[in-house]
DNA sequence: TTTGTATTTATGTATAGACATAATCGCAAA
DNA sequence: TTTGCGATTATGTCTATACATAAATACAAA
């Protein structure tokens, strides 16, 4: 016999997921299936509650629980460190700082950051290899008003990234993946054919509300994918 | 005066991304955060739980909670139905199916799917065109033995994605993303350059352990990407 | 030394009740 | 008709308690 949390969880899921109960649909109160199920109200609310944070279903005071219309699918990747990966996989791992230094932000990059244009942000280009290969370029912008210290950081040890994740809390993160075709430059620093098809990884994170970094990785697409898994009840 | 457990969350969360509690740090027993607040142990389990189910601790019986590796980094990355998005958008949306065919699965498909080989699926190739421009192609296969139904099935009304996703519960799904070179009948389907950078996403499904279905699709580079959100909070 | 077993301990799950709060509904007054 | 207000209702948060369970620990037996 299975927990009774879980029993009710895959119920509901499954009449969600079967199409039985479409997006719109009014799922049972609290009060309902704490009879149906012949348990406290507490078990079925925290179920409730989790299915809510999973983004299954929208809840309501007193309006009552329905089905959450299917947004958009959600897909959980990962995305590695490369200095942490390396180090678990035993890989020579080394990086090159190829460019370095303090300008006002454009306004392409303004609008997307939304920081007032003129804001004095450190620049900086990055060629991670792992093994002698190549992996990935970085070019990488980082706000000093939010990360001051970064100025006077030389990246000997840990590059950018990893410096980062490290030292500045961050609360929220955008991403944007795409596929571009290496110009000649970015194919002659990742050694590859020039335009031949990279994977593009726009990251950008903010700590309550204030920007802190974006970063643009390229890789070589036929070195490089990102793997995700995803299970809507984790 | 906000909700306690609200207060205990964010200290925690403060604590962990300010690093002053570094991964592998073990986290007051729940006895004492109950002892440090001045609630009840119910109030305390549920934070930490919820910080468990979101990656930031790690809980293990009777050796307590520690702050989680910080793994790899996760991005919720959001990921289109077609249908439903052309829908919502008022954008005129069709599709075609351009091959249809039921074929014992080949080695290389079984290894990655983890089924037997010979196994009979479903194999269809379909375009997506949106106000009449080619987005994507898509290539699926789907295990008859776990939807039979789709053997029958026209597909006239939706396409094989919408059809799936309405009909058959899933509980679990792994995402590949890469970047490819078009090759000529690729070029060709979506109207692009030969060569022109394409973003491949492979998406396999299973329910329940069955595996359900498989699909590979191929957007042209420069009209699509991904687009996703992530709070470590959420 | 190794293996097996009992104990301890921290978390996991669940209960039954309490009060708070937001949103809706119905009714009455303007 | 519209506005305002009180009653109702479903969810949100929390308590105090109970027993289950997994894992580390200590101790005893082979």
């Given at each position: 016999?299975?927990?009774?949390?879980?029993?009710?969880?895959?119920d509901?899921e499954?009449?969600?997921?079967?199409?039985?109960?479409?997006?719109?649909?009014?799922?049972?109160?609290?009060?309902?299936l704490?009879?149906?199920?012949g348990?406290s109200?507490?078990?079925?609310?925290?179920?409730?509650?989790?299915?809510?944070a999973?983004?299954l279903?929208?809840?309501?005071?007193?309006?009552g629980?329905?089905?959450?219309?299917?947004?958009?699918?959600?897909?959980?990747?990962?995305?590695?460190?490369?200095?942490?990966?390396?180090?678990?996989?035993?890989i020579?791992?080394?990086?090159k700082?190829?460019?370095r230094?303090?300008?006002?932000?454009?306004?392409?990059?303004?609008?997307?950051?939304?920081?007032?244009p003129?804001?004095?942000?450190?620049?900086?280009s990055?060629?991670?290899?792992?093994?002698?290969?190549?992996?990935?370029?970085e070019?990488?912008l980082?706000?000093?008003?939010t990360?001051?210290?970064?100025?006077?950081e030389p990246?000997?040890?840990?590059?950018?990234?990893?410096?980062?994740?490290?030292?500045?809390?961050w609360?929220?993160?955008?991403?944007?993946?795409?596929?571009?075709?290496?110009?000649?430059?970015?194919?002659?620093?990742?050694?590859?054919q020039?335009?031949?098809?990279?994977?593009v990884?726009?990251r950008?994170?903010w700590?309550?509300?204030?920007?802190?970094?974006?970063a643009?990785?390229?890789?070589p697409?036929d070195r490089?994918?990102?793997?995700?898994?995803?299970?809507p009840?984790?």
């Open positions: 016999m299975k927990h009774l949390h879980q029993r009710i969880r895959d509901i499954a009449k969600i997921m079967s199409g039985e109960w479409a997006p719109g649909h009014r799922i049972p109160f609290e009060h309902e704490m009879t149906e199920y348990c109200r507490m078990t079925v609310n925290k179920v409730l509650s989790t299915l809510a999973n983004g279903i929208t809840r309501r005071r007193r309006a629980t329905v089905v959450a219309e299917p947004s958009n699918q959600q897909a959980v990747l990962q995305i590695q460190d490369f200095a942490l990966e390396a180090a678990r996989a035993g020579e791992y080394r990086f700082i190829l460019h230094s303090i300008e006002p932000i454009d306004a392409a990059a303004a609008q997307r950051t939304g920081l007032k003129g804001t004095e942000m450190l620049c900086l990055t060629l991670h290899v792992m093994d002698g290969v190549p992996l990935a370029f070019q990488r980082i706000n000093l008003a990360v001051p210290e970064a100025d006077k990246f000997k040890e840990d590059p950018p990234g990893t410096w980062l994740l490290r030292r500045v809390p609360t929220d993160a955008e991403h944007i993946v795409r596929a571009v075709n290496a110009d000649g430059p970015m194919a002659k620093r990742l050694q590859i020039s335009g031949a098809a990279c994977l990884l726009e950008r994170t700590q309550a509300g204030a920007f802190v970094t974006e643009r990785l390229t890789y697409g490089h994918q990102l793997v995700g898994r995803f299970s009840t984790a």
